[in-house]
């Protein structure tokens, strides 16, 4: 028996890869409809038939518009959409059947345009994919859109797929986090983090009245619909391979009493959820505590200043308020804030569009840190943070 323990411990220890898990490749996706933001109010009003509540609610919608900082966000095609399915305009008809059913079409498509993506910046093929993890707020079923995937691919047989469903903006993180505990402990793997949110097919809707009015408009002025794809893996092979951030450590802390403050779960009339108006100064309240439980276990007394930064861009309000508390310099949030002005909130997938962004201000532009800090935030409430080191493959030539 003690010696079968020890040929155990010794197959156990082969299994695990040898260096850190790392980033090696990105892809990001968006659909052809770009929405210009000032231009939304009228366009939103009109397209779902509510011209009789706009001297009402279009000047609040306005006001919501400009305070996002938002200028241009993707969706689906809301016309043909809605001329399909006027249903979807109406929170008292179901039509979660109709929008589940979209998305199972049109979320593995384009996935599949930012996962070629970055299996083209990774420099080898889709069959060397051995682990798939899939996240989405927008669609639920099994099988998910991890299969239709993997087959438009060409992703092997045998890959072991895993679905994150209903996670809120933290999914995007969550799922790096899995791909550095499972490249780090099996040896040679290759995971694809494939991340996608289709908010104008899973939550769109037409103007309310009563006390989730407000609400509702900010959903509609907020969110945005992208993929995006990473490629984690150890050990990376040389010279083909050319890691760009390695993922140091990973945590999450859920906020004690905060249960209500970010909610999200599906309704017979699509998805749909709450954000509370204390959320940016509870992130302001404990971001900096999570920071220090992150860096402090690694030995390491940090100058938030000489970090690079990837926060997941909730809000402008929630970027703000962490440059107050952290007292950051100006532009150290600037891929945070570049990715919601263009793109607005993609839930889930936000994250690795600022992931994406900050490596290309690094490679393009000379931007440059060593160490950086992830940051997203969810339900729970939940707060997602990594610890990454730059490669210098990172570095401008």
């Known amino acids: 028996m003690a010696n079968t323990t020890a040929n155990a411990r010794e ?19 968006n659909p052809q ?20 509540l706009a001297d009402q609610q279009k000047p609040i919608l306005k006001m919501i518009c400009t305070l996002t900082g938002i200028e241009t966000r993707f969706a689906q095609n809301l016309d ?15 039509s979660l059947e109709q929008r589940l059913a979209i998305v199972a079409v049109v979320a593995p498509e384009l996935l599949a345009a930012a996962a070629t993506k970055a299996i083209a910046n990774w420099g080898r093929p889709a069959t060397d994919i051995t682990h798939l993890v899939v996240v989405t707020n927008s669609g639920a079923g099994a099988p998910s859109i991890d299969v239709p995937l993997a087959t438009l691919m060409g992703l092997r047989h045998n890959v ?20 550095k505990d499972l490249a780090e402990n099996n040896r040679g793997a290759r995971v694809l983090v494939a991340c996608v949110e289709l908010m104008s097919v899973a939550g769109f809707r037409g103007p ?21 794809a990473v490629i984690v893996g150890a050990d990376t092979v040389e010279p083909v391979e ?59 007394e940090v100058n938030w200043n000489d970090l690079f930064w990837a926060v997941h861009p909730g809000a402008m309000a929630i970027l703000d ?10 532009g150290k949030l600037a891929a945070s804030r570049t990715v919601a002005r263009e793109y607005g909130n993609m839930l889930s997938t936000t994250i690795i569009f600022v992931l994406d962004e900050q490596r290309r ?37």
């Not at 006390?211 to 993929?227: P, Q």
């Not at 308020?321 to 100006?330: A, M, S």
């Not at 940051?375 to 730059?390: H, I, R, Y």
């Open 208 to 228: 309310t009245q009563g006390e989730d009015c407000v609400n509702n408009l900010i959903r509609n002025a907020v969110f945005g619909d992208g993929a995006g």
């Open 242 to 300: 050319r890691p760009l951030f390695e993922m140091v450590s990973a945590s999450q802390t859920v906020i004690p009493d905060t249960l209500q403050v970010v909610t999200a779960e599906i309704r017979t009339c699509g998805l749909d959820g709450n954000v509370s108006t204390k959320l940016p100064n509870l992130v302001a309240d404990n971001i900096k505590q999570c920071l220090l439980d992150a860096f402090g276990p690694l030995g390491m």
């Open 361 to 397: 201000r690094m490679e393009e532009e000379g931007e440059w840190a060593q160490w950086g800090a992830m940051v997203a935030f969810g339900p729970g409430f939940t707060m997602e943070t990594m610890v990454l080191q730059a490669t210098s493959n990172l570095k401008k030539k």
């Open 80 to 94: 043909k959409m809605l001329s399909a399915h006027p249903e979807f305009i109406d929170h008292a008809t179901p």
């Open 11 to 29: 197959i156990r220890r082969l299994q695990r890869a040898d260096g850190p898990a790392a980033v090696l490749a990105i892809g990001t996706a």
């Open 33 to 52: 409809h770009r929405f210009c933001q000032d231009e939304y109010p009228d366009y939103y009003f009109r397209a779902t038939n509510s011209e009789h």
């Open 160 to 179: 072991r797929r895993t679905v994150l469903q209903l996670n809120g903006c933290f999914a995007g993180s969550a799922a790096l986090r899995l791909a």
């Open 321 to 330: 308020k962490i440059e107050r508390v952290l007292q950051l310099e100006p």
